[in-house]
């Protein structure tokens, strides 16, 4: 049984489809790409499996358990967790107290006061944020700033991670750092599901990649077929 | 063309530009490049006149800018396409580059300008009457940047305009860059894409912590150990 | 930094408070007839802007609603204020509230920013109209007379509802409760998907500030003896619940009890001395406070503290 499964998923804005009858699975441990030009719709499709949208027709099954259009916070104590493509942090509230949103709302089970501080302490360590923790958030640069989502989302204990062009904006010495926290996450036995411009990052740390353009599914496969498919050169890569 | 001398500037009490040096020649493309937090955004912010930096000045064409307010800078023929591809969501596209002709001597030739917007970018015109809010990602950074064209600046700066592109459309924008400049404009550039910036720029300046710290022409820069280190990921 | 000072330092509010509330509650002991009207009075304001701060400040959905509220607790006291004791009147009061505000708040707090402002402002005028016409059409009257109850009761009871709030508020404030309607102001939809049940949240806690708004309407009732819909439900007492809020500062309880409190009694001194000048002269405080203290009083006080304090550690 996959982690994750989507059947025909599909989302119109407008009599625009953004998302067309998408069929995708994620495994237990995997790392896998979502690729796709501008406006192709793959963070439309992270709305509807975290159920900021819900699909007009398809499932998604997490699990084995559908999980269509369930409400975000259902989903997130179901165990997908997100990071978004704008960052999203709570600006005026210090980066513990983003981190310890998680761990008191991330879970169904309850958590006392002392252990969520100590747990949200153990977070931020993990993404390298304590010399800055009892900042606002606001204050953060922007690569910081998406270091403390992607703290936020592991402390509400997820077992797969959507995580939104994390590398965008970052120089290539930053992107290594990043990759390197993305293969770390993955070793604490988190499913990660990415969408990333950044073809270095993607080619160096996914099983598998899925390629979406203007909302359909055009191509899956390992990096080295996605990257010599004459289709994804074609709409996505260039020469 | 523009040269900026000895600024620094601050946040509150925290110091975020220290002695910051500058020149850009007219018709040359110059590069910025430093990490998250270096200073980059602040240094355009004084260009600008966002920020008010506490010494130094700015020089424009042979006259002080610095200290000057916004529009009156953007009066002078400097523009900026901001970071993300911020346009204004709730207009449409046309209405947006409109926006842009705003200074009183873009605003006269606005419809030749758009013409010339409309050729570089002919997805634009497919979505003239589109609402800004329902772009893609990579068509919000082309009306950012047909935007800024259309005030007719003598000086673009460019902000990450590289950011949250799909490889395709990143190379689509550095190509668009070099032929704004083939048009007479000069181009300042910020820039995460360490590699990109300096192919395509003719100079660049290296921020670290808020001070210079090299600059030279791009091929050398390139060379360098510690670029390759520090930026290339090498 | 000696570890002596800290402790008094954050000792500082909550003794303040606890001796505050000591002379308040011996108050009906030593106070003269006009002093204990005035408090009460003062009292009344200040669980309007306090209770309303309790969910507008955090979230930041601003709710012009106290309006309706309190003229629910008003018209619950002057229906069966002649049958029930009045503590059970007011408790009644603020339990209709409650319900009411859990209906409305279940309808509209999926709207932001200024619609949801403009529907709390439309309930008020809703309620005053429907119930103008239920009166005229079934009883076949238009006012009302409350029944009178001595001042020492009514200030004691509005002391206690003003006792609950703060101790409603303090709790809210110190949970993972309070934690989570900031997340709402800061950011909603990663509140959401973080785990927080949004909806849930703010109905809930739109409702439970709804209890202490519906409950001073029930107790001032008993001092006003006629009511009549326009008199209870007058949207005045939303402005002044938000403009003594906003005046006093939002980020902590102390400001809109700061607020209303300064505004209340200036409000009784003005209007005895200047009556015709009052609302002018209000007019002229808020205007400076919004252009030059835009935390409000209490963000002055912090930042006169944080001097001093500031000043102290340079002489150590």
Same mark, same amino acid.
């Given at each position: 049984?996959?982690?994750?499964?989507? %059947?025909?998923?599909?989302?119109?804005?407008?009599?625009?489809?953004?998302?067309?009858?998408?069929?995708?699975?994620?495994?237990?441990?995997?790392?896998?790409?979502?690729?796709?030009?501008?406006?192709?719709?793959?963070?439309?499709?992270?709305?509807?499996?975290?159920?900021?949208?819900?699909?007009?027709?398809?499932?998604?099954?997490?699990?084995?358990?559908?999980?269509?259009?369930?409400?975000?916070?259902?989903?997130?104590? %179901?165990?997908?967790?997100?990071?978004?493509?704008?960052?999203?942090?709570?600006?005026?509230?210090?980066?513990?107290?983003?981190?310890?949103?998680?761990?008191?709302?991330?879970?169904?089970?309850?958590?006392?006061?002392?252990?969520?501080?100590?747990?949200?302490?153990?977070?931020?360590?993990f993404?390298?944020?304590?010399?800055?923790?009892?900042?606002?958030?606001?204050?953060?640069?922007?690569?910081n700033?998406?270091?403390?989502?992607?703290?936020?989302?592991?402390?509400t204990?997820?077992?797969?991670?959507?995580?939104?062009?994390?590398?965008?904006?970052?120089?290539?010495?930053?992107?290594?750092?990043?990759?390197?926290?993305?293969?770390?996450?993955?070793?604490?036995?988190?499913?990660?599901?990415?969408?990333?411009?950044?073809? %270095?990052?993607?080619?160096?740390?996914?099983?598998?990649?899925?390629?979406?353009?203007?909302?359909? %599914?055009?191509?899956?496969g390992?990096?080295?077929?996605?990257?010599?498919?004459?289709?994804?050169?074609?709409?996505?890569?260039?020469? | 063309?523009?040269?900026?001398?000895?600024?620094?500037?601050?946040?509150?009490?925290?110091?975020?530009?220290?002695?910051?040096?500058?020149?850009?020649?007219?018709?040359?493309?110059?590069?910025?490049v430093?990490?998250?937090?270096?200073?980059?955004?602040?240094?355009?912010?004084?260009?600008?006149?966002?920020?008010?930096?506490?010494?130094?000045?700015?020089?424009?064409?042979?006259?002080?800018?610095?200290?000057?307010?916004?529009?009156?800078?953007?009066?002078?023929?400097?523009?900026?396409?901001?970071e993300?591809?911020?346009?204004?969501?709730?207009?449409?596209?046309?209405?947006n580059?409109?926006?842009?002709?705003?200074?009183?001597?873009?605003?006269?030739?606005?419809?030749?300008?758009?013409?010339?917007?409309?050729?570089?970018?002919?997805?634009?015109?497919?979505?003239?009457?589109?609402?800004?809010?329902t772009?893609?990602?990579?068509?919000?950074?082309?009306l950012?940047?047909?935007?800024?064209?259309?005030?007719?600046?003598?000086?673009?700066?460019?902000?990450?305009?590289?950011?949250?592109?799909?490889?395709?459309?990143?190379?689509?924008?550095?190509?668009?860059?070099?032929?704004?400049?083939?048009?007479?404009?000069?181009?300042?550039?910020?820039?995460?894409?360490?590699?990109?910036?300096?192919?395509i720029?003719?100079?660049?300046?290296?921020?670290?912590?808020?001070?210079?710290?090299?600059?030279?022409?791009?091929?050398?820069?390139?060379?360098s150990d510690?670029?390759?280190?520090?930026?290339?990921?090498? | 930094?000696?570890?002596?000072?800290?402790?008094?330092?954050?000792?500082?509010?909550?003794?303040?408070?606890?001796?505050?509330?000591?002379?308040?509650a011996?108050?009906?002991? +030593?106070?003269?007839?006009?002093?204990?009207?005035?408090?009460?009075?003062?009292?009344?304001?200040?669980?309007?802007?306090?209770?309303?701060?309790?969910?507008?400040?955090?979230?930041?959905?601003?709710?012009?609603?106290?309006?309706?509220?309190?003229?629910?607790?008003?018209?619950? !006291?002057?229906?069966?204020?002649?049958?029930?004791?009045?503590?059970?009147?007011?408790?009644?009061?603020?339990?209709?509230?409650?319900?009411?505000?859990?209906?409305?708040?279940?309808?509209?707090?999926?709207?932001?920013?200024?619609?949801?402002?403009?529907?709390?402002?439309?309930?008020?005028?809703?309620?005053?109209?429907?119930?103008?016409?239920?009166?005229?059409?079934?009883?076949?009257?238009?006012?009302?007379?409350?029944?009178?109850v001595?001042?020492?009761?009514?200030?004691?009871?509005?002391?206690?509802?003003?006792?609950?709030l703060?101790?409603?508020?303090?709790?809210?404030?110190?949970?993972?409760?309070?934690?989570?309607?900031?997340?709402?102001?800061?950011?909603?939809?990663?509140?959401?998907?973080?785990?927080?049940?949004?909806?849930?949240?703010?109905?809930?806690?739109?409702?439970?500030?709804?209890?202490?708004?519906?409950?001073?309407? !029930?107790?001032?009732?008993?001092?006003?003896?006629?009511?009549?819909?326009?008199?209870?439900?007058?949207?005045?007492? !939303?402005?002044?619940?938000?403009?003594?809020a906003?005046?006093?500062?939002?980020s902590?309880?102390?400001?809109?009890?700061?607020?209303?409190?300064?505004?209340?009694?200036?409000?009784?001194?003005?209007?005895?001395?200047?009556?015709?000048?009052?609302?002018?002269?209000?007019?002229?405080?808020?205007?400076?406070?919004?252009? +030059?203290?835009?935390?409000?009083?209490?963000?002055?006080?912090?930042?006169?503290?944080?001097?001093?304090?500031?000043?102290?550690?340079?002489?150590?």
């Open positions: 049984m996959p982690l994750l499964e989507g %059947k025909g998923v599909t989302k119109y804005f407008g009599g625009l489809a953004a998302v067309l009858n998408v069929d995708f699975h994620i495994e237990q441990g995997e790392v896998v790409g979502l690729i796709g030009p501008n406006g192709a719709g793959k963070t439309t499709l992270f709305n509807l499996i975290s159920g900021a949208l819900t699909p007009q027709s398809g499932t998604i099954r997490f699990r084995g358990e559908n999980i269509t259009g369930l409400k975000p916070h259902v989903i997130c104590r %179901k165990g997908i967790a997100r990071t978004f493509q704008l960052v999203r942090v709570f600006p005026n509230m210090s980066v513990l107290e983003n981190v310890l949103m998680g761990v008191l709302f991330g879970k169904s089970d309850g958590h006392g006061m002392g252990q969520a501080l100590e747990e949200a302490e153990k977070w931020v360590d993404v390298g944020l304590s010399p800055v923790k009892g900042l606002p958030a606001r204050s953060l640069t922007l690569a700033q998406k270091r403390l989502e992607v703290a936020r989302a592991l402390a204990g997820p077992k797969l991670l959507l995580l939104d062009e994390l590398m965008a904006g970052l120089n290539p010495t930053e992107v290594a750092q990043t990759m390197e926290l993305v293969n770390r996450i993955r070793e604490q036995g988190i499913t990660v599901f990415m969408v990333e411009h950044v073809m %270095k990052a993607i080619m160096g740390i996914c099983n598998r990649i899925i390629v979406l353009h203007h909302g359909e %599914k055009i191509a899956e390992t990096p080295q077929e996605i990257a010599t498919s004459r289709t994804v050169i074609e709409v996505y890569l260039g020469e | 063309m523009l040269e900026v001398q000895a600024l620094n500037t601050f946040y509150g009490k925290l110091q975020v530009l220290w002695d910051v040096s500058l020149q850009v020649q007219e018709g040359e493309i110059v590069a910025i430093g990490s998250n937090g270096a200073g980059k955004t602040t240094l355009l912010n004084s260009i600008l006149g966002l920020v008010r930096p506490a010494s130094g000045h700015v020089t424009f064409l042979g006259q002080r800018i610095d200290g000057l307010p916004s529009h009156a800078i953007a009066e002078q023929g400097i523009s900026i396409v901001p993300g591809g911020r346009v204004f969501p709730d207009m449409n596209v046309r209405e580059l409109e926006m842009g002709a705003y200074p009183a001597h873009a605003w006269e030739r606005r419809r030749e300008t758009l013409e010339y917007v409309y050729q570089l970018f002919p997805r634009l015109r497919e979505r003239e009457r589109q609402l800004a809010r772009l893609s990602g990579g068509e919000r950074q082309m950012a940047i047909g935007r800024a064209l259309m005030s007719r600046p003598r000086l673009c700066l460019f902000d990450e305009p590289s950011y949250g592109l799909a490889p395709v459309l990143v190379k689509e924008t550095f190509e668009i860059i070099q032929k704004i400049r083939e048009q007479g404009v000069t181009v300042l550039l910020v820039e995460q894409n360490v590699r990109r910036a300096l192919e720029a003719d100079r660049a300046y290296v921020l670290e912590n808020g001070h210079i710290c090299m600059e030279g022409a791009c091929a050398e820069l390139l060379e510690h670029i390759r280190r520090a930026y290339l990921g090498m | 930094m000696k570890p002596g000072n800290v402790n008094l330092r954050k000792l500082w509010g909550p003794g303040l408070t606890f001796v505050v509330l000591a002379l308040l011996a108050f009906p002991l +030593y106070a003269s007839a006009y002093g204990l009207i005035l408090v009460t009075d003062i009292l009344m304001f200040v669980i309007l802007a306090l209770s309303w701060a309790l969910f507008s400040a955090p979230t930041g959905y601003v709710s012009l609603a106290p309006a309706a509220f309190f003229g629910v607790g008003i018209y619950t !006291s002057a229906i069966l204020g002649k049958q029930l004791p009045l503590p059970l009147v007011v408790f009644l009061g603020g339990l209709i509230s409650f319900c009411l505000a859990l209906l409305v708040g279940a309808l509209t707090l999926r709207l932001r920013g200024i619609y949801f402002a403009m529907f709390t402002f439309g309930l008020v005028e809703l309620i005053k109209h429907f119930w103008l016409w239920y009166e005229i059409r079934f009883t076949g009257t238009r006012g009302r007379f409350v029944v009178v001595d001042q020492k009761t009514i200030y004691i009871i509005m002391f206690v509802t003003f006792v609950l703060l101790g409603t508020t303090y709790l809210i404030r110190r949970s993972r409760w309070g934690l989570a309607l900031r997340s709402v102001g800061e950011c909603e939809e990663a509140a959401a998907h973080i785990g927080v049940n949004v909806n849930i949240l703010k109905t809930i806690t739109f409702a439970i500030s709804a209890i202490f708004m519906g409950a001073a309407g !029930s107790v001032i009732a008993t001092r006003w003896t006629y009511v009549d819909p326009y008199i209870a439900f007058n949207p005045l007492y !939303s402005f002044m619940a938000v403009l003594m906003i005046f006093g500062g939002i902590n309880p102390y400001g809109p009890i700061l607020g209303a409190v300064i505004f209340a009694y200036l409000e009784e001194i003005l209007l005895t001395r200047f009556p015709y000048y009052y609302m002018l002269i209000f007019g002229v405080v808020l205007i400076i406070t919004v252009l +030059y203290l835009p935390e409000g009083l209490i963000g002055l006080v912090m930042k006169l503290r944080k001097r001093m304090a500031g000043g102290q550690d340079a002489l150590a």
